[in-house]
């Protein structure tokens, strides 16, 4: 096969049936959606049978554990997967949306109209869930799709693939709305990443290291993150007890997810009475504790922190630790060694909560809550194609209306410009 | 001088100033701002001055007129940009701004606050009123700049910074906050649109070619546009009036602009009412046809249009012409030869502009009204630093939102993820 040509083609369908899915109404795109989750309810078995021929060939190939989790597709799963199509399918529609509309002086009246953004690539592990779920929320905000999962997963994604495309058909709408990439040839991801005519951006989806040679190659713009290095920030003054409990949840509640604290700042005026009750809180729940200086002076069991450990995300029960001079020092540590995704402070003072908003160049800035809500369900957006700590256009969680753009309207009665 | 460092040194000092702007009072950039313009209306003379040493090396060097012309700034020049500064001191301040707050099933309030996208790098031809300009822009935003002028500009340039410094200075704000570029070594640009680290978004100004050039070679977001292709299309039923008056506006007011129309399509129910009055009106303002058969069946005067003249952004009294089906085909003609920058629809029928709107894939659509109308100012932006043909983050004219971002803020009570 040409792989070359073959993602052209790819690009060229998607980019053909972007225009009839961007035109479609809400109730053809939801009865697609409702179709797609009546269809992997039924045929659960045989999504299990196609899983488990991928799970046992990535068996014998030697495919580490926590990636053969991942990959393992279980009924309830699926009975999951069709619940979330569902969810989306209920989601309301942004398309075509029109606000802002304002008079000018020269009698034109210019607003803004929501739209998709046209074609989405969607680069993933092999994880089929995804290809699920990813195929919804495009197909909800109006986009055509073309969906690249990691390559063991692709007898399941097949399967899933064909039940979408029955969806579609039953709503009238062209399978090439969402394309599942069909080889598990590699190079399809550096083809699909170049090609600026066909796809309008791309979204990695998976660990920071398929993130970081998408970044070193894609010509495409990428709606990204790449590291989760997440601060809670404890200021002078603050309600110990708040702070005891959000560091808490911050770090231990779940230690491999990106709005996870990797990182801990006390201002130095409540060190002493903090860190004690803090670390042993900690301790008990088995988090290791690499501190400053001062850290190790108040937490025994604490090691010493390097650079790199308060630049790293560790995915792990590890956190740093850094006694600073107060909401400055915090504030210019967060931005020189944070990641830009999400970080908190714990203040009873007004002025350094507003501060804190202000100054820290983060996707999600948080005051007195948990990093762990930096989330597009427990944002209200309903859905979460991914997390994004670039700047320009969706920041932090991205849902539907990430996938799409405003264009500008001008409605007119003949006015020419003088 | 070592190229690379030099530009390395200047993303470094860019991104710390970025720090200090992003958090200035309006009233401090807009000191700042009046300051400057005050302090060019001071040295009018001396900027003038440095002009012509500019103009006369191009002359020598044998620039074409053109360009010559543009980089030439008189006295009146001087006080023009000047009074865009002051201008942009008059805009209302976009950062910090908070919206959309609601409140969540967990009790956290979730919203969203306006901030500066950090540093922007502007790159442009040899224009010297764009430095002010741009600098201004990015100065009230709340960004740091690093500003590469074409290089015949050199010595206006190096004059202009020396101004704008002072005024940054007597605001108590940092020279780095706006840094423009000191050596005339092209080597400047390639690292510049490729330093991710220190650079968010480049703003391109300037021809097709330079944008092209750019376009290949960034890893830096860019807010650009390549081509105005852009079309009127006089819909069935039409006001004929109306239809004559738009098209003589879009096409003739001004040749060399972006949102000048250079396609006009025509339904075929009045192509023979239509046709014969515009192309004598085209006519006599020296505007040349290149049209379909069926144009030229009707307009003696209109040569063949080809495929590329309909994929063409002439900037020149050339207009390519094409009598189709109707709304369908005139959509599809769009979409597929135009450039997503502007296009119009003059209709009386309801159903016609909305689809119109809703399926023109373009940055700005239009109905009944002149694409030139397709500005910053007409829009209501107040100024503008480029028309973005891009369909992610800014879209269509981009004034001071367009560079910024929003970031989500979390504002809690305490409250843990479950």
Redesign the interface.
Known sequence: MDIENYVQQLGREARAAS?II??ADSNAKNHALRAIAAAIRRESEALVAANRQDVDAARSAGLEAALLDRLTLSAQAVAAMAEGVEQVAALPDPV?EISDL?R?P?G?Q?GR?R?P??VIGIIYEARPNVTADAAALCLKSGNASILRGGSEAIHCNQAIAALVHEGLASAGLPGSVVQVVSTTDRAVVGHLIRMREHV??IVPRGGKGLVARLLAEARV?M?QHLDGNCHVYVDDGA?LG?AL??V???KT?RYGTCNTAESLLIARSLAGRLLPPLAAMLTRKGVEIRGCPETRALVSEASAASEEDYASEFLAPIISVRVVDGIGQAIEHI?HYGSHHTD?IVTENYSAAM?F???V??????????T???DGF???LGAEIGIST????????VGLEGLT?????????????G
């Open positions: 225009r961007a035109r075509g304002r000018r020269s034109i210019v109209m739209v953004l046209g309008d951006v713009p709606i309600d708040q409990r959000i808490e949840n911050a509640q931005n908190a501060r908003l202000r100054e160049d983060s996707a999600s800035v948080m005051v007195n809550a948990s762990r809500f930096a427990e944002y209200g670039d700047k320009i256009h969706a920041r932090g969680p753009s405003q264009k500008w309207i001008v409605l007119g009665q003949g006015e020419v410009r």
